[in-house]
Structure formats: structure tokens, C-alpha cells
């Protein structure tokens, strides 16, 4: 499971970045929504199954309450899911 929380916080985090620093520029300054609908359902959907699964993992795994509050606040800030997977899970190779 960790594994997979590790990807599913990369893809939320990548769509993230692709919701402000692409799709959004292209609503507000080129007049085209479409990107924010696509990429925003995405990063959406993305951002609830990553929020659920870090629930999933504190629990399973004993996070302390800073971790878990780490994890969440990690959600909504930009590059805070790949800081997060950098500063608070274990490496790949244990």
C-alpha cells in the first residue's frame, strides 16, 4: 500500500501543478475552460483518493497526529505531496 500511496501522491501532486500552471493560464488568459474542466475532475478525483488512502495509512501504519496533519496540508500545497513522499516515507529500497 505504501507503494501505491507513493504514486497516487505524484499523480495528485503532477495534476496539481498542471491545474495552475497550465490549465488555469489557459482559462483566464486565453479564454479557453476546457483544460480546468478536464484536469480539474482529474486532480479532484485525485486529491480524494490520496486524502483517503493517507487516512488509511496513518492508521495502518501508526503515524503520529504530525504526520497525518503533514499529509493533509502536503494535499493542498504545491509540490507538497512529493515533499512529503521525500521527508516522511520510508525509501523504496527498505
Known amino acids: 500500500m505504501l507503494n501505491a500511496f507513493r504514486w497516487i501522491g505524484r499523480l495528485e501532486g503532477s495534476s496539481f501543478l498542471i491545474l495552475v500552471l497550465i490549465a488555469m493560464p489557459l482559462k483566464y488568459f486565453f479564454g479557453q475552460p476546457e483544460a480546468v474542466r ?13 486524502v483517503s488512502a493517507a487516512n488509511y495509512l496513518a492508521l495502518d501504519k501508526n503515524w503520529s497526529k504530525k504526520v497525518w496533519l503533514l499529509s493533509m496540508v502536503a494535499a493542498v500545497l504545491p509540490l507538497g505531496t512529493f515533499y512529503f513522499e ?9
Open 38 to 50: 478536464a484536469v480539474g475532475m482529474a486532480h479532484g478525483v485525485l486529491f480524494l483518493v490520496y
Open 86 to 94: 521525500k521527508k516522511y516515507l520510508p525509501d523504496q529500497s527498505v
